[in-house]
T-cell receptor, first 113, second 114 residues
């Protein structure tokens, strides 16, 4: 069974602080996705990373894929209350067209004004 | 744009009752999924479908059945509900191609089994 370890599980910070969320596995990902979920809604895709060492930026969010494609991180600069939500990483370990995603347990972020 | 629509949004059942959750997507996606989300457990795949008329088991299929009679609809059935099936159920769909294609989620069905 492939496992995705996500840390920390909970994070409560003040507006303006920086934070990093980690997603790790002992297996190699074919690709990895990050989703954000707000209360009462379904997850929404933020980014997909495919290439080892890849870095993608989405405004104040920076996503990094490890060189060995076994880990990923999400860094938020100057967090705002609107960043509050559940962040989920999801990995595809098998590649191909019928690979299913394995989801981490999520990081619940609370940004206080 | 509707995207993925789940009905009902909330439901309370008694142990042993049956019900069907409906997922409808208007994006002409080939692949559809049913997940359950429990506190501290992330999303776990129940069943999925790679096309009309085909279904397959995911990580936690026991106690559930599914059908994909039409491309746009994916039904999740509970034949005899148990308290352990209290959860939030999410449906998702994605286009044909590699698994890195984004999954589009509905807003969930909150199900309580008493």
């Amino acid at each position: 069974t492939q496992l995705l370890e996500q840390s920390p599980q909970f994070l409560s910070i003040q507006e303006g602080e920086n934070l990093t969320v980690y997603c790790n596995s002992s297996s190699v990902f074919s690709s990895l996705q990050w989703y954000r979920q707000e209360p009462g809604e379904g997850p929404v895709l933020l980014v997909t990373v495919v290439t080892g060492g890849e870095v993608k930026k989405l405004k104040r969010l920076t996503f990094q894929f490890g060189d060995a494609r076994k880990d990923s991180s999400l860094h938020i600069t100057a967090a705002q209350p609107g960043d509050t939500g559940l962040y989920l990483c999801a990995g595809d370990f098998y590649g191909g067209s019928q690979g299913n995603l394995i989801f981490g347990k999520g990081t619940k972020l609370s940004v206080k004004p | 744009n509707a995207g993925v629509t789940q009905t009902p949004k909330f439901r309370v059942l008694k142990t042993g009752q049956s019900m069907t959750l409906l997922c409808a997507q208007d994006m002409n996606h080939e692949y559809m999924y049913w997940y359950r989300q429990d506190p501290g457990m992330g999303l776990r795949l129940i069943h999925y479908s790679v096309g009309e008329g085909t279904t397959a088991k995911g990580e936690v299929p026991d106690g559930y059945n599914v059908s994909r009679l039409k491309k746009q609809n994916f039904l999740l059935g509970l034949e005899s509900a148990a308290p352990s099936q209290t959860s939030v159920y999410f449906c998702a769909s994605r286009a044909r191609g590699r698994a890195e294609q984004p999954q589009h989620f509905g807003d969930g069905t909150r199900l309580s089994i008493l």
